[in-house]
């Protein structure tokens, strides 16, 4: 079993994840890095190959590290695929959030989002995928303006209380 960090985008997936699988002594992966490791640049897979493209390469990395990988994060818009929903049954999901005013400090000046121009398309995308979001997620943390390692260690006491394994067992 994984756990697996979803959320909007520039929430701190990537941040959260690699902090909370040193914290958990556990096996770590990003499917943004993954697909750009293998691939290239997301704008750059955007452009050439389109969405759905993307989508199908996120789709495959997901599926193979939930099988090997303890601690995953996830793209934004990765859980809004119906298969990727499925493979989460059974996984540990946690959501990552944050306010519009922390999101917009951390999108300004960004181009590595091909889907978020400013904070107007961060919270349409959002809002239209929050409720997938809040259904899939065990639990959910706010990433706004708290230090990281403070964000980590809630997760981190969250696991120890709410899963079977407890921290050092979640895979």
């Known amino acids: 079993m994984s756990v697996v ?9 990537s941040r959260a994840g690699r902090r909370l699988a040193k914290v958990l002594d556990a ?3 990003d499917t943004d890095k993954v697909i750009v490791d293998r691939h290239g640049a997301i704008p750059d897979i955007f452009a050439k190959h389109g969405e759905a493209e993307f989508r199908r390469l996120e789709r495959e ?15 934004g818009g990765a859980v809004m695929d119906a298969e990727t929903q499925k493979r989460l049954g059974g996984h ?11 999101i917009t400090e951390r999108i300004t000046g960004n181009s590595k989002r091909p889907l978020i121009t400013g904070i107007e398309s961060w919270t349409e995308i959002y809002e239209a995928r929050r409720e997938t979001y809040e259904r899939l997620a065990d639990a ?12 980590v260690q809630d997760i981190a ?4 209380q709410h899963t079977k394994e407890g921290p050092s067992d979640v895979a």
Request: glycine fraction near 6%.
């Open 157 to 160: 006491e969250w696991l120890d």
């Open 92 to 102: 540990t999901v946690v959501l990552l959030t944050a306010t519009p005013a922390a």
């Open 140 to 151: 959910s943390f706010d990433t706004s303006f708290r230090p990281m390692v403070r964000v």
């Open 5 to 13: 960090l979803i959320g909007p985008p520039a929430a701190g997936k």
């Open 61 to 75: 990395v997901i599926a193979e590290h939930l099988e090997t990988t303890e601690v995953l994060s996830l793209g």
């Open 27 to 29: 096996s770590y992966a």
